[in-house]
């Protein structure tokens, strides 16, 4: 079944309702943030190449547009999925990593996607390092130029008004301070975008120096580094409308 786009919260409870019984693929996106752009693809592929499996039905839905459905699962990173059925949430998954959601799917599901060389592309996280062949045969990854790294970094951290490096993802942070700091991000209903640092090293470490900054998480708004978690705790201490302020900087 090919995607269908939610229009109205309405719409929504029809659909999910109606359908309960099937295998329900929820994908929260925004016009706004740049990995949206990659799993727009990657969500029509995948209901493209199950449109003859009726157990599964594929709702996008803008989060921004319709804050409310965003509200009730508590959405506040895209890109975000959520699959169901029966009004049961059976996995949540945030972040734009192709192979993690093709893996969910396959695994609710009763018709298996391929994840290499299948109808669904995968891509990287974010990486543009190309591949090349070893002696042996075997694919290796060509190493980034600084060059090519610094622009990749530059794309990544204006990839959304708000950008997030963090340990982990907004649904199961894996360190202490990426949960404060997520945290922090929810309470104050902000928007963001978000980079799980542990799996792309490169990212990682040359962030450290892009930044200037030596830990995690790192927070940018529109481009520009704002800090860690101490320093956004000081920054909301001394005002309390820090982020608007700094987007409208």
Same mark, same amino acid.
């Given at each position: ?11 929504? #409870? ?36 199950? =449109? ?34 029966? #009004? ?61 790294? &610094? &622009? ?91 982020? &608007?302020?700094?987007? =409208?900087?």
């Amino acid at each position: 079944m090919a995607v269908i786009e939610i229009q109205s919260e309405a719409q929504f #409870s029809e659909l999910t309702k109606s359908d309960a019984s099937k295998l329900i693929a929820l994908y929260f996106h925004t016009p706004w943030a740049g990995p949206c752009k990659t799993m727009n693809s990657v969500f029509k592929t995948l209901a493209d190449s199950k =449109a003859n499996d009726p157990s599964i039905l594929f709702l996008s839905i803008n989060a921004d547009d319709l804050s409310e459905i965003s509200e009730l699962f508590e959405v506040s990173a895209v890109p975000y999925f959520i699959l169901i059925r029966n #009004s049961t949430i059976l996995k949540e998954l945030s972040g734009a990593d192709p192979k993690e959601f093709i893996n969910a799917l396959n695994q609710f599901s009763n018709s298996p996607t391929a994840v290499n060389g299948g109808s669904a592309p995968v891509e990287s996280n974010g990486s543009s390092a190309a591949p090349i062949a070893s002696a042996n045969g075997t694919t290796v990854q060509e190493p980034e130029s600084e060059e090519a790294l &610094e &622009e990749r970094l530059k794309k990544l951290t204006s990839a959304a008004p708000i950008m997030l490096f963090m340990k982990g993802s907004p649904s199961s942070p894996q360190c202490g301070f990426s949960r404060q700091m997520v945290a922090i991000l929810r309470e104050h209903q902000v928007r963001f975008g978000f980079f799980d640092i542990l799996k792309d090293d490169t990212v990682r470490q040359g962030l450290k120096k892009y930044s200037d900054w030596p830990t995690f998480p790192q927070l940018y708004i529109n481009g520009e580094f704002q800090g860690g978690l101490d320093i956004i705790k000081e920054s909301i201490e001394e005002d309390d409308q820090f982020f &608007e302020a700094a987007l =409208a900087a």
